[in-house]
């Protein structure tokens, strides 16, 4: 295959492996921004996002997760039981890292006697060294409001996540970021981030149909339009069909 110089003034696009999602934002995601992942419970956030990973590994990309709510043990089990992608093997491969912040040493800082503002910012330090020794090309962070919900003034929120969010594209890294609905606050997160994707649960006649959106995508046409997102044992997938006819 013949290589085509890129070009320096444009993006490059990043192919997010979940099917028929690529096609709505003009080819995949911009390498090296920050994207965010919106909803509520169970609707296939931690999905969405480790299928990208696991699809860029599978493309020869390195990938870290990092883990702020779940242990690595039951995400990795998760996986496993659903799709039968096996994140031990990569993990033994060396092509995917995972950063467990629940793990006890770490989880030492999640202390209540420390003040939630410095907790992020010792946060942002270990995701920028971690980035720093592992060098890898996509990285996801799962359910970040879990964090962030301690936070109390907006405007500290605010400027926590524009850092984190520098630091990650400053590293050159593609970055799914999931933001759970639970706090009402996911819209701090999803204005310092480059796209956004909402994805939720519609109630149609007696029927839960799975749904996506893109809202925002900077640098990108995106596609005006509902879909529905189909969750099978190979993974998630978008579908041409839209939930309301
Ligand atoms: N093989 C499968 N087929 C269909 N649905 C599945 C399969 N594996 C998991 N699911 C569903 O996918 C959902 C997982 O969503 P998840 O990404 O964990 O949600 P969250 O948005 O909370 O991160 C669960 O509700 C689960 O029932
Ligand atoms: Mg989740």
């Known amino acids: ?22 096609e ?3 080819g995949g995601f911009n390498r090296g921004t920050v994207n965010t ?3 509520g419970s169970g609707t296939g956030k931690t999905v969405f996002a480790t299928q990208f990973i696991y699809q860029g590994v599978l493309a020869g990309e390195k990938g870290m997760i990092i883990t702020p709510s779940e242990s690595a043990g039951s995400l990795k089990k ?8 096996d994140l031990w093997k990569l993990e033994e491969e060396k092509k995917l890292v995972i950063v467990d912040v629940t793990d006890p040493i770490l989880r030492l800082q999640k202390s209540i006697d420390l003040d939630p503002v410095d907790f992020l910012i010792n946060f942002r330090k270990l995701v920028d060294r971690k980035i720093g020794e592992e060098k890898p090309k996509r990285v996801f962070i799962d359910d970040l ?5 301690a936070v109390e003034a907006p405007f500290k ?3 926590i996540a524009d850092d984190l969010f520098n630091s990650l594209r400053a590293a050159g890294v ?3 970021i999931t933001i759970g609905t639970a706090f009402g606050m996911n819209q701090i997160l999803e204005y310092g981030a480059d796209s956004c994707t909402i994805i939720s649960r519609e109630k149609i006649g007696n029927n839960l149909v799975r749904s996506i959106y893109i809202m925002k995508m900077r640098g990108s046409r995106i596609a005006n339009t509902i879909r529905v997102l189909d969750i099978s044992d190979q993974g998630l997938a978008v579908t041409s069909l839209s939930p309301y006819p």
């Open 24 to 26: 709505l934002v003009s």
């Open 145 to 149: 409001m879990a964090f962030f919900h």
């Open 37 to 39: 992942i919106t909803g």
């Open 78 to 85: 998760e996986i496993f039981s659903s799709f039968n992608w």
């Open 174 to 176: 593609t970055s799914v």
């Open 1 to 22: 295959m013949v290589e085509v110089a890129e070009d320096p003034k444009r993006y490059v696009r990043v192919k997010s492996g979940v099917p028929g999602f690529d």
């Open 157 to 159: 929120m605010r400027s």
